[in-house]
T-cell receptor, first 116, second 114 residues
Framework: GAGVSQTPSNKVTEKGKYVELRCDPI?????LYWYRQSLGQGPEFLIY????????DSGLPNDRFFAVRPEGSVSTLKIQRTERGDSAVYLC??????????????FGEGSWLTVV | AQTVTQSQPEMSVQEAETVTLSCTYD???????LFWYKQPPSRQMILVIR??????QNATENRFSVNFQKAAKSFSLKISDSQLGDAAMYFC???????????FGTGTRLKVLA
């Protein structure tokens, strides 16, 4: 696609529920990233995929968070047993490669998750 | 650990005037990249300008330019001839040598007054 597409745009869920957030990167981009942006803060790194594999998941806050990218394009961020502290905007981004000069990352518009 | 600090939570500028947004960072690396991203209400982070640390020349993109002071670890953004469409949150970001992990500051909200 022309840009990074994320769905849903907004999601309200009850505490304890399971949610999935989807990201469709720019066509041909091998690298995909998830960031989390809490209110009044800058984005914080969660996980990075190179192709189908998670090359770095060091930013995932705990084992309730999991992400997959089974075919190397679309990715899903999964959150189990949601807590109110999970409320944030979840930003997905992609880039042509994962490193090196000129590795500019392009962000989607994010999924705004509210846990009530 | 690398950190990025934006000390101005909010700034205002009159339309057509010039404004400077501040950013400082801390790192022990010698090779890194610095970025300014704009985030309008749509939430999409849009790259404004990028600076490679090994380049002494300040980056410029049309009305946007930076003042990169490597020794002082300072990276400010100057917006000339401000337009109403420039109103947004602006985030300063750092990455080591083009890697994937960006570290963002807390942002500066820019208001443009007509």
């Amino acid at each position: 696609g022309a840009g990074v597409s994320q769905t849903p745009s907004n999601k309200v869920t009850e505490k304890g529920k399971y949610v999935e957030l989807r990201c469709d990167p720019i066509s041909g981009h091998t690298a995909l990233y998830w960031y989390r942006q809490s209110l009044g803060q800058g984005p914080e790194f969660l996980i990075y995929f190179q192709g189908t594999g998670a090359a770095d998941d060091s930013g995932l806050p705990n084992d309730r968070f999991f992400a997959v990218r089974p075919e190397g394009s679309v990715s899903t961020l999964k959150i189990q047993r949601t807590e109110r502290g999970d409320s944030a905007v979840y930003l997905c981004a992609s880039s042509a490669t994962g490193q090196g000069y000129g590795n500019t990352i392009y962000f989607g518009e994010g999924s705004w998750l509210t846990v009530v | 650990a690398q950190t990025v600090t934006q000390s101005q939570p909010e700034m205002s500028v009159q339309e057509a005037e010039t404004v400077t947004l501040s950013c400082t960072y801390d790192t022990s690396e010698s090779d890194y990249y610095l970025f300014w991203y704009k985030q309008p209400p749509s939430r999409q982070m849009i790259l404004v300008i990028r600076q490679e640390a090994y380049k002494q020349q300040n980056a410029t993109e049309n009305r946007f330019s930076v003042n990169f002071q490597k020794a002082a670890k300072s990276f400010s953004l100057k917006i000339s001839d401000s337009q109403l469409g420039d109103a947004a949150m602006y985030f300063c970001a750092y990455s080591t040598s083009g890697t994937y992990k960006y570290i963002f500051g807390t942002g500066t909200r820019l208001k443009v007054l007509a």
